[in-house]
């Protein structure tokens, strides 16, 4: 059942300044996200491509009003970036929450559109869901990398992990055991 399908075929048609925007909101939030906007090289760029590719996959989900199950993939592919970084789950869902501002923000710039009222509703309760999707597929990722640490610190193996090159560090024992003989 198409609930916001006038909606949809107004974001479709101004499918390149949405996610421009979105886009651009989303790369802000990086440290560095001039380089992340500005090259399009995938093997140079590869996180600003998958975050390119991610919100523009979800959008056009939103646009075919798909089935939750339809935005795991796109979603999971933006979060577990962000979820190896320095990211406050909230931070890490933010840009999905965004979307909903970033159409407004659009759809302002003409208000000559006669959307019924609960089209935007039904819009804005679709990006809620991703975002809660979001959440969910973040706090998964988050748990997976603390298992995976413990795992690393009941083993031994952070001394690895944590201390730089194992080889530097073999190094550092070789010589530390050779002045313990002298």
Not at 80 to 104: C, N, T, Y
């Amino acid at each position: 059942m198409a609930l916001y399908a006038k909606l949809a075929g107004i974001l479709a048609d101004r499918r390149k300044q949405i996610l421009d925007i979105w886009l651009e909101r989303t790369l802000q939030t990086y440290k560095s996200p001039n380089f992340f906007i500005q090259v399009q090289d995938p093997f140079t760029n590869p996180v600003g491509m998958l975050i390119r590719d991610g919100l523009s996959r979800i959008f056009e989900l939103l646009c075919q009003e798909a089935e939750e199950e339809a935005y795991i993939r796109p979603v999971d592919q933006i979060v577990r970036i962000r979820a190896v970084q320095e990211f406050a789950a909230s931070q890490a869902v933010v840009p999905f929450l965004e979307l909903r501002w970033v159409v407004r923000e659009v759809l302002a710039d003409n208000p000559s559109f006669n959307l019924p009222a609960d089209q935007l509703q039904h819009f804005d309760c679709a990006a809620e869901r991703v975002a809660l999707i979001a959440f969910d597929l973040y706090c998964r990722c988050r748990e997976q990398l603390y298992r995976t640490r413990v795992r690393e610190l009941k083993s031994g193996r952070a001394r690895f992990t944590d201390g730089g090159c194992p080889s530097r560090l073999l190094d550092a024992d070789t010589k530390s055991g050779a002045s313990e003989k002298e």
